[in-house]
């Protein structure tokens, strides 16, 4: 079984997508971090019975320390973390723990609209704004640096005819679903191996 753990701070769309299309008889979702108590994500979690742990870097009722929350991925036999629209810097203490067994998903075409502040309708907004043609999702590993780490995947979708960045968001995340769950089930498969 190829363990994975599923960070995530809002709707939750994308663990959604990996539960319906990747999780099964070789991959489990066997915990769901979030950094924030009611959130769609905790929710769907929740009623399919994963287990959910709360984190905070501050001391606060009902959540638990990253370090905490690292032993007991451990205890879980953790394989890969998957960031799933989790918002929050991950410590750096925490990717060392985990060097290489971090992946991000990002809602544009890394190295173009990354870094802090660049999350969810932000990014959109600012590709809406350069009047790009083009924009996408990557999927990449976490290190120190915010949306930095190398690229491992990428998709793209034409955005010539859109309106809004709204409407961009809702391409990009159509393309998210497909993206995600391809690398997860590719490193469960032992097909993503970092030199
Ligand atoms: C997704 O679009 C994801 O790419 C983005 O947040 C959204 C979460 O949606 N992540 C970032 O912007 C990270 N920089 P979801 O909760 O429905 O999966």
Known sequence: ???????????????????EKVSGESVKVCAVVSDKEDCGAAE???????????????????FSSYKSVAEELKKMFVDLIVLAGFLKKIPDEFVDEFENKIIN??????PSYGGKGMYGLNVHKAVFEARDK????????VDKVYDN???????????????????????????????LPDVVRKFS??????N
């Open 105 to 110: 998903i990002h809602p544009a075409l890394l």
């Open 44 to 62: 769907f979690a929740k009623e399919n019975s994963i287990p959910v742990f709360f984190v905070s870097s501050k001391i606060a009722d009902g």
């Open 189 to 194: 498969e032992g097909r993503i191996k970092i």
């Open 134 to 141: 083009i924009s996408g999702a990557t999927v990449h590993f």
């Open 149 to 179: 780490g190398k690229i491992i995947s990428q998709r793209s979708v034409n955005i010539d005819d859109v309106k809004s960045a709204e409407e961009i968001a809702a391409r990009v995340l159509k393309i998210e679903h497909e993206l």
């Open 1 to 19: 079984m190829f363990n994975i753990a599923v960070f995530v701070s809002g709707r939750g769309s994308n663990l959604r997508a990996l539960y």
